[in-house]
């Protein structure tokens, strides 16, 4: 009778720890999904915030963010955001109610930091502008721009002024201090700070020295140009170069190749051979036009038995 007590005991044990562990498995697993379900506050922005704007309590609010989707370096509230009434320094452009994260604003107490928005190996050169070759204040941190430099270029005889592209798909880190004024208009700036490589930060340190710099705002994710050249003087009409400079990227071989030919078809190209100067009494030839439609080239007599 004993043995059988005890051994009702044990398996009532036994039961009655295992109800316990999937009690408390259940109950932990409802906790965990009613916490991911739930809210939690987290600082946002209240008006929009550049780079070098300080944040301060009337710039920040709490708003109801799903726990779930809490983005990494959120602050749920003011002792972390501004500890013991310290600030913080935007380091780059935070719209209206956008979180603010720790990747995007400086330490406690720190001052805007440059260096903390450069990649690896990668450099910071600022580079003087004006309201023209700034884009009149409209090129933003983080757009992408090209550079162009304009200096005077010696030749065997003379002296002329040339344009061409120095650096392709630059970053830009910041403009001045602020990049708008207080009424939120586009402010023109002196200073252009670019991301660039050690031997770019060169190029713009002697470009500087030999001519002036200007910047042209381009499409997010635009691919290199390759075909770069240099413009002068003598390109400041408006034609195809005659055929022997490259046209722009959109219509590279739709006009023709370096040499002036026809390429795909896709442009029908008309060439008119000049009329010879005289060098005997004889009936000088009559004036032709050569004419390609596609690939195939025709020549015709001009004159009042020709086409």
């Known amino acids: 009778m004993r043995r059988q007590t005890l051994i009702a005991l044990g398996a009532a044990l036994i039961f009655g720890l295992l109800a316990v562990f999937l009690a408390n498995t259940y109950l932990s697993a409802t906790k965990a999904r009613n916490d991911a379900q739930g809210t939690s506050k987290i600082a946002v922005a209240t008006v929009p915030l550049s780079f070098g704007v300080d944040i301060t309590p009337d710039k920040v609010r709490y708003v109801d963010f799903p726990n779930s989707s809490i983005p990494p370096g959120a602050f749920q509230n003011t002792a972390e955001l501004l500890p013991r009434g310290t600030k913080r320094i935007a380091l780059m452009p935070i719209a209206i109610n956008e979180p603010i994260l720790a990747s995007k604003i400086s330490g406690a107490g720190k001052g805007a930091s440059i260096a903390s928005l450069l990649p690896a190996g990668m450099r910071a050169a600022a580079v003087r502008i004006n309201d023209v070759s700034g884009v009149a204040g409209f090129v933003q941190p983080n757009d992408s721009v090209d550079v162009l430099i304009t200096r005077t270029v010696s030749t065997a005889d003379r002296s002329v002024q040339a344009t061409d592209i120095l650096l ?115 009936k000088p030839p009559a004036p032709t036009v050569q004419i390609y439609r596609g690939v195939q080239g025709n020549t015709y007599v001009v004159g009042n038995n020709g086409h």
């Not at 190029?203 to 500087?208: D, F, M, T, V, Y």
């Open 168 to 282: 392709q798909n630059v970053r830009v880190i910041a403009i001045d201090q602020q990049s708008r004024n207080a009424d939120g208009t586009p402010k023109v700036a002196k200073t252009v700070t670019l991301e660039v490589t050690p031997l770019d930060a060169q190029k713009l340190a002697l470009a500087q020295e030999v001519g002036s710099l200007s910047l042209v705002l381009r499409k997010p994710g635009e691919i290199n140009n390759p075909v770069v050249e240099t413009v002068s003087m003598a390109d400041l009409r408006y034609n195809m170069y005659g055929g022997a400079r490259y046209p722009s990227p959109a219509v590279v071989g739709g006009y023709g190749s370096a040499a002036g030919g026809p390429v795909d078809g896709s442009a029908t190209r008309i060439t008119v051979a000049p009329k010879p100067r005289r060098s005997a009494p004889a």
